[in-house]
């Protein structure tokens, strides 16, 4: 199993862009990362996946250096509706689901 | 289309009690999760389904009985609930379709007295 660590809170002011890395060392061939975000009194919801390299989508920016071992979040322009917990999941993709475990988290703080 | 969906919303017990939390999910995914976040922490997994029939231990399993009921429903039961298991749970369920998310429901909050 993948283990996950990232820094456990970051703040910013509304505008600037935000990066957050996830250091996954052990990753395996078939895992992908995936990365969820998590409001007060909710459960998480899917933002961004990849396996290597770059993706972009509407809200985000995720980036894979060759290695794997770890993975960037970006988000670009944030607001205060961005202040939220952000995890990045290493997990196989396809194929059984198993253990699927999430690290502590990165709890973002976005000021005005 | 409801996604998936938990209940009860909130719960208190009292110690020794038992209670089934129940998750539902229309999606026809195979694989089901319960994972429990206490109060400024992180998610952890308690019990996993991969596919109908199938279950297994998480992180943190005591305490705690699953059942996959059938593909959509996967319960959870605390058979007798202590005030350590106060939290707020919640159910995931994934596709074993290429490069697909999970999806979680909006949880279950439990407090034990």
């Known amino acids: 199993l993948a283990k996950t660590t990232q820094p456990i809170s970051m703040d910013s002011y509304e505008g600037q862009e935000v990066n957050i890395t996830c250091s996954h060392n052990?990753?395996?061939?078939?895992?992908?990362i995936t990365w969820y975000q998590q409001f007060p009194s909710q459960g998480p919801r899917f933002i961004i996946q990849?396996?290597?390299t770059k993706v972009t989508n509407e809200v985000a920016s995720l980036f894979i250096p060759a290695d794997r071992k770890s993975s960037t979040l970006s988000l670009p322009r944030v607001s205060l509706s961005d202040t939220a917990v952000y995890y990045c999941?290493?997990?196989?993709?396809?194929?059984?689901?198993?253990?699927?475990?999430f690290g502590k988290g990165t709890k973002l703080s976005v000021k005005p | 289309n409801a996604g998936v969906t938990q209940t009860p919303k909130f719960q208190v017990l009292k110690t020794g009690q038992s209670m089934t939390l129940q998750c539902a999910q229309d999606?026809?995914?195979?694989?089901m999760y319960w994972y429990r976040q206490d109060p400024g922490m992180g998610l952890r997994l308690i019990y996993y389904?991969?596919?109908?029939?199938?279950?297994d231990k998480g992180e943190v399993p005591n305490g705690y009985n699953v059942s996959r009921l059938n593909k959509r429903e996967f319960s959870l039961r605390l058979e007798s609930a202590a005030p350590s298991q106060t939290s707020v749970y919640f159910c995931?369920?994934?596709?074993?379709?290429?490069?697909?998310?999970?999806?979680f429901g909006n949880g279950t909050r439990l407090t034990v007295t």
């Open positions: 999941l290493v997990g196989e993709s396809g194929g059984s689901q198993g253990n699927l475990i």
């Open positions: 052990n990753i395996a061939t078939n895992d992908y």
């Open positions: 990849g396996y290597k």
């Open positions: 999606m026809n995914h195979n694989s």
């Open positions: 389904s991969a596919s109908e029939g199938t279950t």
């Open positions: 995931a369920s994934i596709t074993t379709r290429y490069n697909s998310p999970l999806h």
